[in-house]
């Protein structure tokens, strides 16, 4: 029996795009929380948090889309062509916050406040289109003879809007909570107060989307409501509702780590039930990741590479989150 080269990429790339969305998600969430901030000491403290490690978060983008260029090119070919207007946009967004984050720190107090704009409109910009996208890409995409036959406006759908307004919740809840973890005093007091609305409405947005999209998709819903998968999906569901009643616990009681912990936990379950949607198309809905994938000397050459590299990846991210771990305050500085 030959290795299956398609699943092992498969996994390789929902890993990254996971490690993305959950690093790069909450300092994307931060920068969508400085307008609940006023203080420029307080904002000062935000942005050093993840001063040390937010270049770093963005690794795994690079990776997932290198991937998938490599290992699945007709998928890479499809999907660019159909979300490349909103693509384009969350790339710019991402450009005018890193731009931003380096400049703040070295501007006249006087100018500082233009560098505080651009950085919350860079990572909502950023946020709102990666949810456009995943919006869209949830949707379907039209393919007619391994060729993308729809056209530049087809992602502009109100599921797809939608999912950009749930994106950005959900990045601006994993952004508090890793406030509350990272800092102490007023800071923190001002997220626990923010951390418990967003929570609620991130269910509100998971409950709508988990009923828009098998209602809208027959295929979904025969996967999720058939049985036997009925009974082995539900522990999904189940799990999101007992992780919100201890996220919303966890606040109330001003806990520092089981926040930003549960919330890493709910971003995971969402992500699961997307799997479980989606599995094993990677264009949805119809082509699957063995008939996108690559010549197998082709992923066996790149997976080579890849096998090498992903442990340095994962040794410095560790290390990085390790030398700077604990608290950020008032006298911490980002040069």
């Known amino acids: 029996m030959g290795i299956d080269l398609a699943l092992i990429w498969a996994v390789i790339i929902i890993f990254g795009v996971m490690m993305y969305v959950v690093m790069d998600g909450f300092d994307l969430g931060i920068g969508m929380l400085f307008p609940f901030v006023k203080d420029a000491r307080d904002r000062d403290v935000m942005m050093n948090t993840v001063a040390p490690v937010w270049d770093g978060n963005e690794t795994w983008l690079i990776l997932g889309g290198a991937a998938l260029f490599g290992a699945f090119p007709l998928a890479y070919a499809v999907v660019l062509e159909a979300l490349y207007l909103p693509l384009i946009l969350m790339l710019m967004g991402l450009i005018f916050r890193g731009v931003a984050f380096e400049f703040r720190f070295k501007a006249k107090p006087a100018k500082r406040h233009l560098w505080d704009k651009a950085f919350i409109w860079g990572s909502l910009v950023a946020t709102y289109f990666q949810g456009v996208a995943l919006g869209a890409f949830i949707e379907g995409i039209k393919v007619v003879e391994r060729k993308y036959a729809g056209g530049a406006l087809d992602w502009l759908t109100p599921?797809?809007?939608?999912?950009?307004?749930?994106?950005?919740?959900?990045?601006?809840?994993?952004?508090?909570?890793?406030?509350?973890?990272?800092?102490?005093?007023?800071?923190?007091?001002?997220?626990?107060?923010?951390?418990?609305?967003?929570?609620?409405?991130?269910?509100?947005?998971?409950?709508?989307?988990?009923?828009?999209?098998?209602l809208a998709h027959p295929q979904i819903a025969d996967r999720w409501f058939s049985m036997p998968n009925l009974m082995w999906f539900m522990p999904v569901p189940v799990l999101v509702l007992v992780t919100f009643y201890g996220?919303?616990?966890?606040?109330?009681?001003?806990?520092?780590?089981?926040?930003?912990?549960l919330t890493l936990s709910l971003i995971f379950l969402g992500y699961s039930g997307l799997g479980i949607s989606l599995w094993p198309n990677i264009v949805p809905p119809s082509i699957s990741i063995w008939e996108a994938a690559a010549p197998p000397q082709s992923q066996g050459f790149m997976l080579v590479g890849t096998l090498f590299i992903l442990p340095i990846i994962l040794g410095y991210t560790f290390w990085s989150y390790y030398v700077f771990r604990g608290k950020v305050t008032h006298e911490d500085g980002y040069h």
């Open 159 to 214: 599921f797809s809007l939608f999912c950009g307004l749930g994106l950005v919740v959900a990045y601006s809840l994993l952004g508090c909570t890793w406030l509350v973890m990272k800092t102490e005093g007023p800071l923190q007091r001002r997220m626990h107060d923010v951390a418990r609305p967003l929570a609620l409405v991130l269910l509100v947005v998971i409950a709508v989307v988990s009923l828009w999209t098998p």
């Open 247 to 261: 996220l919303l616990r966890a606040v109330a009681r001003n806990a520092h780590y089981t926040p930003f912990l």
